[in-house]
């Protein structure tokens, strides 16, 4: 399994990157306004990339936990199994780009938040950064299932 990244500026105060999982080869996709520190060929975000999991990470540049936490949650997104992670949408949402999100996670980043059928967001219990990839990707799946 590879990864593809989509990332993409939402208004001109918020830009969010979203990690998918695409079968078998690693490929990253850009929009015209995504962030100079990835690479690859800018396409439009259609909406047959949706998914029905999506998962929304709150984090900053330069945060040591964010950053652990992403890199495991990439892993865990290519690993196969009965908990695979394959078809769930990570939306990455920098809280220095949005008042609001900063207010609300400052203290509290990462914050990993699953997103609901009516797009409403439930915060999910914080994963420690000690925590196994197998293990993490167990409890992802665990609260996508409730």
């Not at 990864?3 to 078998?24: N, Q």
């Not at 040591?64 to 949650?73: A, P, R, S, V, Y």
């Not at 609001?100 to 439930?122: F, H, M, R």
Request: glycine share 6%; net charge positive; hydrophobic share 40%.
């Amino acid at each position: 399994m590879g990864i593809a990244v989509v990332a993409a500026a939402a208004g001109a105060s918020s830009s969010m990157a979203f990690l998918r999982t695409k079968a078998r080869r690693a490929r990253w996709i850009l929009t015209p306004l995504a962030s100079s520190s990835f690479s690859g060929k800018p396409r439009p975000i259609s909406s047959s990339a949706s998914s029905s999991r999506k998962l929304v990470l709150y984090s900053k540049p330069g945060c040591c936990l964010c950053d652990g936490l992403k890199e495991k949650l990439q892993a865990a997104f290519m690993l196969s199994g009965s908990d695979s992670l394959h078809d769930v949408e990570l939306q990455i949402r920098d809280i220095t780009s949005n008042p609001e999100w900063e207010k609300a996670y400052q203290y509290e980043i990462p914050v990993l938040a699953k997103v609901l059928s009516d797009g409403t967001e439930e915060t999910l219990p914080r994963l420690s950064p000690r925590m196994g990839v197998e293990l993490v990707q167990k409890k992802i799946a665990a609260a996508l299932k409730q």
